[in-house]
C-alpha cells in the first residue's frame, strides 16, 4: 500500500468539532480533537510513533510528513524537541487527513486496532519532578503525619513544593509492580505493608532550555508539548521512615506508572481554566497571563470499583506555575523532562488521590463492589487510573488508562 | 599514521609498578596506574573517549582495539555498559601499550596535550543520586540547622540517607556557575545570599540492573565502573525556606560539578579500606564481605587558598552499602546512573566539606592566602576540588580537579 500525500494544513473548518470517517469514536478517549502521541509496537517493523484515534492507532511514521524521520524511532523525544510550530503542524495535517473522506480509502489501510499491539512507554524520560500542588492534599498527609500541627508549612502557598524522582523507574502502564522490600522502622525489614497510589497528572517538555535561564511561567506553551496521567506509587511505611530531612526516596522509586498517550496542550483549550484564588499572591515569577488550571477529572479504579474521583481543576498550583518554579534558579530542562502535580485530592472524601488519605492512614477500610472491603493493596491487587476533559466542540478528550497490578515481594 | 596493534593482554609484571615510557607522569595526578577515561574534543573530528596518562590524553578511540566502535563516541556510556571483563581487558591493553617501550614509536603520536583539548561531560547521567554518608556532616548541619535537637535522626544510622537530584544540571568541571536566584523567605526573592559548595565523591555506574531486583552490596564492583569529584553547589537560604517536608530542590539543581575524568575502582585497589565501624549492626541488604571504603582525600581551594582537606576515609557508609540501599526495593540502574557520597565532611574543622560548618553558617568568616576573608561566595569566586588517594606500587592516583567560577545572578 502507497502511503498518501499529506496534505498542507487548511484553516479550521467553521461551527462544531470536525467529523470524523473513523467509525466509533464518539464514545472513545480519543475523538479527532484529541490526537494523542504514542509510541508501539506491532511486530511489523521496530517500534514507532502512533496517533491514537477511537479504538485505532494510526501509524502516522509511515504517512508522508515532514516529520517522517521522528516519527520513525521509538520515543517520541525527536518530535517532542521539534517544538509548537511543528507540533501545530502535524496536528493539522492529522485533522485534515482524518476529517476530508477524501482520504478515508488511502488512509484506512495505515490505522492498526489498538487491541493488536503493543503500547511502549511514550518517551524517554529525562529528569523527573513530582510536586505537591494540591492544598486538599498537602493538608490531609499534614493531620495524618503531624496532627495537631498546622496543616501548611510556611513555604506551601509560597512556591509549588518539590523534589526529583527517579527517572529511571518510570514505566508505562500495564507493567507489574514488585511490592518493595525496605526498612519500616528501626529493625524491621521487610516488604511494605503500605503499599499506596498517587493520582496525579503529569506534563511532557519538549523543548528544552538554557542552563542559567529561567523560563517564564508564560512561556509555558512553548516548551511543554502534553499530558499523561500518572500513578506515583508509593510505600508509605518506608517512606516515613526514612524522609526525614531529605525527602521520599526509597518510599517512591520502585516504579511510577505513566498513561501510554501524551494528550497535547493543543487538545485540552477547552479544558483550561483559572486555577483557585491564590492568597498570599505568589511571587512575580509565579505570576501568569494566561489560565493554566485544567479542568480534568481522574478516576481511580482498584479490581474494578471506583474508589474516588479526584479533580485536578481544584489544584492550588498550576502547572504552568510549577514549570516557572522548576526553572526559576536557572535550572536546565531537557526534552524528555516529566513533572507531576503531586497527589490530586479535591475537598471532598470521595475526591482524594490515594489510599493514605481514603482510607486515613490505613484505619477506615472502603467497601468494594465485590461486598469485600480494602484499605492498603494486595498481591495481585489492579489499580487504574483514567481521565476526561472537555475538548473543542463538546466532545470529551480521554487519557486512555494508567494501569498497574501488584505483584509480591521478591524473595529474600 | 596508523595505530598500532594492541597486544592481546599479558599477565601482570612481577614486583613493583610498571614505569611507562611517556615523560612526566610521576608528578600528575595521572601516573600509568591510574588510567582514568573521559571525553574531549579536538578539532580533529568528533568528540570522542580519550584516557588520560601524564599531561596527556591517549586517543584510544583510534587504536585498534576490539572497543574502537564504543570508543568513537561523545560519551562513555557505550563503554560502561560493556562491564568488567571489558574495562579490565581494556586497561591490561593500554598498560602493556604504555609501559613497554616497544610500542613507544607507535603509541607516541596517539598522545595530545591535554592542554590543547577541551575535556566534556564524560558520559550522559541517567538519574542521579546524593547521599548524606558523613557522620560529622550530618552532625554539623544539624547543629546549625536545629540546635538542641539530637544530632542524628533515628534513621541515620540505620540506613544511608538519599534523594534524587538533577541529572540534567550535572555539569562538567570548567562549566561557569550563575548564582541562583529563588525564594530565601516568605516576601524575600532574589539572588542566594549563601552560595555554598559541597565537597563529595561521586560513583559512575556502568551496568544496568533489572526492575524489581536488588543489588547486593557485594556486587559493587560488577556495576559500578569509577569515580569522580563532584561538587555539589548548593543556595542554603533557597535550600532552607523549600526543604520541608520533600527535600532539596531549588536550593540544589542549578549545578552540579564533576571533573572530567572517570577514575576505574581497578586504580583504587590500594585505597580500599575498611568503612568505619557502624554501631547498630545494619540490617542485612546493607552488610559487605569486602572493603569498601575509600582513603581518598579532597582538597577545596577557593581562589588559591586550600580551605579544607576533607577524608573520605571517614565516610560511615560505603559506596557499595548506598548501591545497595538504593536498589533495596527494586528501582533499576541505568548505565551512567550517578550517585555521590554527600558533602565529605571529617571529623576535625579543617576537614570539613561546606562552608556552611567551615563558617559556622557564614558567621565564622576564614582567612585567605591574600589576606582577606570569606564566608560565602562572592561573584567572580572559583572553587576547585582535588582529590588524591593511594595507587598501586606507591604511586598516587589524582582525579584531576572539579573547578567552577561563579557568574552574577541574571538580571530579573
Given at each position: 500500500v502507497t502511503p498518501p500525500a499529506v496534505p498542507e494544513p487548511v484553516a479550521n473548518h467553521g461551527g462544531g468539532p470536525p467529523a470524523t470517517w473513523v467509525e466509533g469514536t464518539e464514545e472513545s478517549d480519543f475523538p479527532v480533537t484529541n490526537?494523542?502521541?504514542?509510541?508501539?509496537?506491532?511486530?511489523?517493523?521496530?517500534?514507532?510513533?502512533?496517533?491514537?484515534?477511537?479504538?485505532?492507532?494510526?501509524?502516522?511514521?509511515?504517512?508522508?510528513?515532514?516529520?517522517?524521520?521522528?516519527?520513525?524511532r521509538p520515543a517520541l523525544?525527536?518530535?517532542?524537541?521539534?517544538?509548537?510550530?511543528?507540533?501545530?503542524?502535524?496536528?493539522?495535517?492529522l485533522t485534515e487527513l482524518l476529517t476530508?473522506?477524501?482520504?478515508?480509502?488511502t488512509v484506512r489501510p495505515w490505522l492498526r486496532a489498538m487491541a493488536d499491539v503493543e503500547l511502549l512507554l511514550p518517551f524517554e524520560v529525562a529528569d523527573y519532578v513530582d510536586f505537591y500542588a494540591s492544598e486538599a492534599h498537602a493538608s490531609n498527609v499534614s493531620r495524618i503525619f503531624r496532627p495537631g500541627q498546622p496543616p501548611l508549612q510556611p513555604n506551601w502557598k509560597r512556591l509549588p513544593v518539590g523534589y526529583h524522582g527517579r527517572a529511571g523507574t518510570v514505566v508505562v502502564s500495564g507493567t507489574p509492580v514488585v511490592r518493595p522490600r525496605g526498612q519500616r522502622g528501626p529493625d524491621d525489614y521487610g516488604p511494605t505493608a503500605k503499599l499506596d497510589i498517587e493520582a496525579e497528572v503529569g506534563f511532557v517538555v519538549g523543548v528544552p532550555s538554557r542552563l542559567g535561564t529561567p523560563v517564564s511561567a508564560d512561556a509555558f506553551a512553548a516548551h511543554v508539548f502534553g499530558v499523561v496521567l500518572l500513578n506515583d506509587w508509593s510505600a508509605r511505611d518506608i517512606q516515613r521512615f526514612e524522609t526525614v530531612p531529605l525527602g521520599p526516596f526509597l518510599g517512591k522509586s520502585f516504579a511510577t506508572s505513566i498513561s501510554p498517550w501524551v494528550v497535547p496542550l493543543a487538545a485540552l483549550e477547552a479544558a483550561r481554566v483559572p486555577g483557585p484564588a491564590q492568597d498570599p499572591e505568589p511571587a512575580p515569577y509565579l505570576r501568569t497571563s494566561q489560565p493554566w488550571g485544567l479542568d480534568l477529572t481522574l478516576t481511580v479504579e482498584c479490581n474494578g470499583t471506583v474508589l474516588t474521583r479526584p479533580p485536578a481543576r481544584e489544584l492550588y498550583w498550576t502547572a504552568a506555575q510549577q514549570l516557572a518554579h522548576l526553572t526559576a534558579n536557572g535550572a536546565a530542562l531537557r526534552t524528555g523532562d516529566l513533572f507531576a502535580s503531586?497527589?490530586?485530592?479535591?475537598?471532598?472524601?470521595?475526591?482524594?488521590?490515594?489510599?493514605?488519605e481514603l482510607t486515613v492512614d490505613g484505619t477506615?477500610?472502603?467497601?468494594?463492589?465485590?461486598?469485600?472491603?480494602?484499605?492498603?493493596?494486595?498481591?495481585?491487587?489492579?489499580?487504574?487510573?483514567?481521565?476526561?476533559a472537555p475538548g473543542s466542540g463538546g466532545t470529551r478528550i480521554g487519557f486512555g488508562a494508567v494501569t498497574g497490578t501488584v505483584r509480591p515481594a521478591a524473595s529474600g
Open positions: 490526537l494523542p502521541f504514542g509510541v508501539f509496537s506491532d511486530g511489523a517493523g521496530p517500534a514507532r510513533v502512533g496517533v491514537a484515534i477511537g479504538e485505532y492507532v494510526l501509524d502516522v511514521a509511515r504517512l508522508a510528513t515532514p516529520y517522517a524521520d521522528v516519527l520513525e523525544n525527536g518530535f517532542l524537541a521539534l517544538g509548537p510550530t511543528a507540533w501545530a503542524d502535524l496536528r493539522s495535517r476530508d473522506p477524501e482520504y478515508r480509502c503531586g497527589t490530586v485530592s479535591g475537598g471532598r472524601e470521595d475526591q482524594v488521590g490515594s489510599l493514605l477506615r477500610p472502603v467497601a468494594l463492589d465485590s461486598g469485600g472491603s480494602m484499605t492498603w493493596l494486595a498481591d495481585g491487587d489492579t489499580v487504574t487510573i483514567r481521565g476526561s
